[in-house]
């Protein structure tokens, strides 16, 4: 009984933190290949700025074909960092994720970027 309670406890542990995933699991091996590289570090940095620099250039706010633009690159921007966010969760787990202030600041990010995208297209 014992080892099954601790097999329950691991699997909810597990569930909780990688989607259900396990630690061997092909697809969080390849998230933490991916998630550790410095090359996934180096395009979310250059992405990022990319962000601020369309940010920057959208006041005051555009028009017209520039308008379009700037709409098509917010919608790549907030699926690059939901990707981001995924890539990490299923590479760490979600409670080691939100665990560094920088991760939780980049997780709130990327869920005002949905509010957001979702208002948008909704509204």
Known sequence: ????????????AVASSSFGLGRSSSVRLLARQVGGSQAFRVLCSLVILLNAAVLGYDVPPRVGTERRV?????YFF???FLLE???L???KGFSVYL???WSRFDFSIAVISVCDLLLLLFL
């Not at 009984?1 to 909810?12: A, E, I, N, Q, S």
């Not at 700037?70 to 917010?74: E, G, M, S, V, Y």
């Open 89 to 91: 969760v299923l590479w």
């Open 99 to 101: 665990a560094d202030p």
């Open 70 to 74: 700037i709409d098509n690159l917010q």
């Open 1 to 12: 009984k014992v080892l099954l309670l601790l097999r329950f406890k691991d699997m909810l």
């Open 78 to 80: 907030t699926a690059f």
């Open 85 to 87: 966010v995924l890539v």
